[in-house]
């Protein structure tokens, strides 16, 4: 265990860093995504390994989400030069002579604390943004993927000075440890209830926070749609990960007169994804431990199970399972499910999917699946989220333009792209007036005056 001390230390060496003005320079910034990009390609193989071991993450998926983040480092390098440059404001005639300036400058010290489920990414993400705004950053993943958080803090000890940029590993403790430290800004991933808790840390020192939480993101389901690519797309999304993603669809809501054909394409797309034996599939996850196959296990009980079902402590697997018929009281549908299981809720009209989503706290995510146009703007307009996919699951997620965030319960602020670049700065307004000019209207006396500057500011 790591000591206040220790933790003081590192943050103060961090400071003096960040004072010496090195990361404001761009090009050193450029050459630290490099690095970075270096780092994960470097170490591909080492990270597909050991998302094995916590996750039984298969190959595939663990480089399409998690060694994929070098989408994001390419995108920052594509564009950092251009969110770096200060941007023209214009200014009033009141001004003149004069000239407006927004130049972003970094934070300074961050904090970025990660989530099990993606182990890599949700650290790596943000400390894109971190870097590109010119931050020195401390790293604490989750404790829960205890050797993904070993392998990544070998690769970042490797690569880059622990005064810039370092891993402290360690549990809810080392964590309250950080939080205890003043940060320029603290970046959290992971559940509302510990978001409460970071977010009143962070206000003793009244700190800045990012909060990327979870919540129940629903899927509506409308008949006019093509039954196969919509069952095809929600088994995925739901499953990849065996259902631990803060995106996937929690509970699906499917209109009545489509919902036995769905539920029969959806036990025909695990079969071919996962064959007749999901247990033996290489392309199956795993539950991260025993806590969370317990409380999964018990969220299942008493439910009318369609597909799946079947659990193993020992192997800490839960098949992919569809339940239906479910009621809005039962507990699974009081918290986010985070695992393979898809409670499905029919509707005999829209009106009552989207009473139901707008009577719980807002979710991360809204999944609708139409061929409707009018309905896409109905559903976007009626209801609230950190965002909205339609006619897919999760692939949001991976667009570097589009900004990454809950909202209400969901989260607070954004990153990916250029908003993880605003995330970790401070955008400063500079207004730079002339000295050759200094007309006397603005100064007393005041006599004679008043109808000009009602004309100035436009009455
Ligand atoms: P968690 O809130 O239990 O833990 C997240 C981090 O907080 C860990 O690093 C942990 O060490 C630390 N922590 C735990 N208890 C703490 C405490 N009392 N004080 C200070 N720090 C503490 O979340 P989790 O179980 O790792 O992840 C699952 C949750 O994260 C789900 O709700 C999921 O939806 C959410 N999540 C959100 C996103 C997103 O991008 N919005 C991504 C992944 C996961």
């Given amino acids: 265990m790591i000591t206040q001390i220790a933790v003081s230390d590192i943050t103060r060496n961090q400071r003096d860093f960040f004072k010496t003005g090195k990361t404001k320079d761009v090009d050193f910034r450029l050459a630290q995504l490099k690095t970075l990009r270096q780092a994960v390609v470097e170490h591909q193989t080492a990270i597909i390994e050991v998302l094995k071991t916590d996750l039984n993450k298969p190959e595939f ?25 200060p941007k023209k404001a214009a200014i009033g ?12 400058e970094p934070l300074g010290v961050v904090l970025i604390i990660g989530a099990w489920n993606y182990p ?22 989750s404790e829960i993927a205890l050797h993904s958080s070993h392998v990544l803090a070998d690769i970042i000890q490797k690569y880059f000075d622990p005064a810039y940029i370092t891993v402290i590993e360690g549990g809810i403790e080392t964590s309250q440890q950080l939080l205890a430290e003043k940060f320029d800004h603290i970046f959290f991933t992971g559940s509302t209830a510990i978001g409460k808790i970071v977010m009143q840390a962070a206000a003793k020192h009244l700190t800045p926070v990012t909060l990327e939480l979870g919540g129940k993101s629903p899927c509506i389901v409308d008949s006019d749609i093509n039954i196969e690519y919509t069952a095809k797309r929600i088994a995925w999304g739901k499953f990849i990960n065996a259902g631990q993603t803060c995106i996937a669809p929690d509970y699906l809501l499917v209109d009545k007169t489509i919902k036995q054909d769905l539920l029969n394409s959806i036990k025909k797309c695990v079969q071919g994804f996962y064959g007749n034996k999901p ?41 992919p399972t569809v339940i239906d018929n479910v009621s809005l009281a039962e507990p699974i549908m009081q918290e986010e499910i985070f695992g393979p299981i898809l409670p499905v809720i029919e509707y005999a009209d829209l009106n009552q999917a989207i009473t139901i989503i707008n009577e719980r706290p807002k979710p991360l995510a809204l999944y609708l699946f139409s061929k409707n146009k009018n309905l896409h703007q109905r559903v976007c307009r009626e209801t609230t989220s950190g965002g909205v996919c339609i006619n897919d699951c999760v692939m949001q997620v991976g667009v570097s333009s589009l900004p990454f965030g809950g909202v209400g319960e969901s989260g607070i602020g954004s990153y990916h792209g250029k908003a993880s670049f605003d995330t970790f700065s401070h955008y400063k307004s500079v207004l730079n007036r002339g000295m050759w000019l200094d007309p006397k209207f603005r100064y007393a006396p005041y006599e004679g005056k008043l109808q000009l500057l009602k004309r100035i500011i436009g009455q």
């Avoid at 005639?93 to 972003?104: D, H, K, L, N």
């Avoid at 990414?121 to 790293?139: D, E, K, M």
């Fill in 61 to 85: 998926e663990a480089y399409a989400t998690e060694v994929g983040v070098l989408k994001e480092i390419d995108y920052a390098i594509k564009h950092i030069k251009t969110w770096t440059k």
């Fill in 93 to 104: 005639i009141e001004q003149f002579p004069g000239f407006g300036r927004i130049y972003a």
């Fill in 120 to 141: 890599f990414q949700l650290i790596i993400s943000p400390l894109v943004g971190a870097i590109a705004a010119g931050n020195c950053a401390i790293l604490k993943p």
């Fill in 279 to 319: 247990a033996t599939s290489p392309d199956y996850g795993r539950i991260i431990n025993q806590q969370h196959f317990l409380r999964l296990v018990e969220l299942l009980k008493g439910s009318e199970i369609i597909i799946g079902g079947e659990a193993d402590l020992v192997e800490r697997y839960i098949a």
